[in-house]
């Protein structure tokens, strides 16, 4: 049986009030604040809150133009992009690996639901296996998802799998966009002020630099870290829902190999 934990637990664990206590004061405490611990931890909660909102921003559709240039002049981009999830993050996302897994997923669900159409008759006889077995919904194993025992089906338990592989990579690109924030809103902020020179007043998408500017070199490591711990949380979950489709037939089909999808992280 496997023992899981909801996407929604693992992201209240790892909120920034809880995971601010097991991260030393002295990386996010300014001298002097100590005197006033509960209002400085509250600050600084405040300001990861609003440095993940901005991430959150940039992880969405780009459709603002200064926001789309800020993020390619920060990534020394050639070419256009409309989507963050088109920069090529080497480190931890080898580029396509996951979209490949959950295309496969979508692509042999269509098919099971007989919404794909299948010319080669080697192809259709096992198109008719998939769509009885997509039909009947056989049980592929039993779990427990924050104690909480639940059997699982094949329909959920893909679904299942790819909400925690959704998450997992989430959490690794918004790890990346930390490390670049600052270049970016630097540049989404100067090309407002272009505007505000040419008399044209624009409603600013990112937060303001100032203070937050100031101080992004020790926020930084601090909510990198704690995206980090996330992701690696959610990746444990989808190693074990792997481990358990992979070891059934049914669900099998619709899996690449474990080594295919997802990326070598640093321990």
Request: a negative charge; charged letters at 35%.
């Amino acid at each position: 049986m496997m023992n899981l934990r909801s996407i929604e637990n693992i992201r209240r664990y790892h909120d920034f009030s809880y995971q601010l206590g097991s991260i030393p004061s002295v990386r996010w405490l300014k001298p002097g604040e100590i005197k006033d611990y509960e209002n400085a931890r509250n600050q600084t909660v405040k300001k990861l809150e609003a440095i993940d909102s901005n991430i959150e921003l940039l992880l969405g559709k780009l459709e603002d133009e200064d926001v789309k240039l800020a993020v390619e002049r920060a990534f020394y981009l050639k070419e256009e992009i409309s989507s963050v999830k088109e920069i090529k993050f080497h480190t931890y996302l080898p580029q396509g690996k996951v979209q490949l897994q959950r295309d496969l997923i979508d692509m042999l669900a269509s098919i099971a639901k007989a919404k794909k159409p299948i010319e080669d008759v080697k192809k259709e006889v096992g198109s008719i296996k998939l769509q009885a077995e997509w039909e009947v919904n056989p049980p592929i194993g039993t779990a427990k998802i924050d104690d909480e025992k639940t059997d699982l089906r094949l329909r959920g338990s893909l679904e299942l799998y790819s909400g925690y592989l959704n998450a997992c990579e989430h959490e690794f690109y918004k790890q990346i966009l930390a490390a670049k924030l600052k270049s970016i809103i630097h540049e989404y902020h100067f090309f407002l002020l272009d505007k505000e020179i040419d008399g044209k007043e624009t409603e600013p998408k990112l937060i303001e630099e100032g203070d937050y500017i100031l101080n992004y070199s020790r926020l930084e490591g601090i909510i990198d870290e704690i995206y980090y711990r996330r992701g690696r949380d959610f990746l444990t979950e989808c190693r074990k829902c792997w481990e358990c489709l992979n070891g059934n037939e049914y669900s099998k089909p619709y899996l690449l190999e474990w080594e295919d999808v997802h990326p070598k992280i640093k321990a």
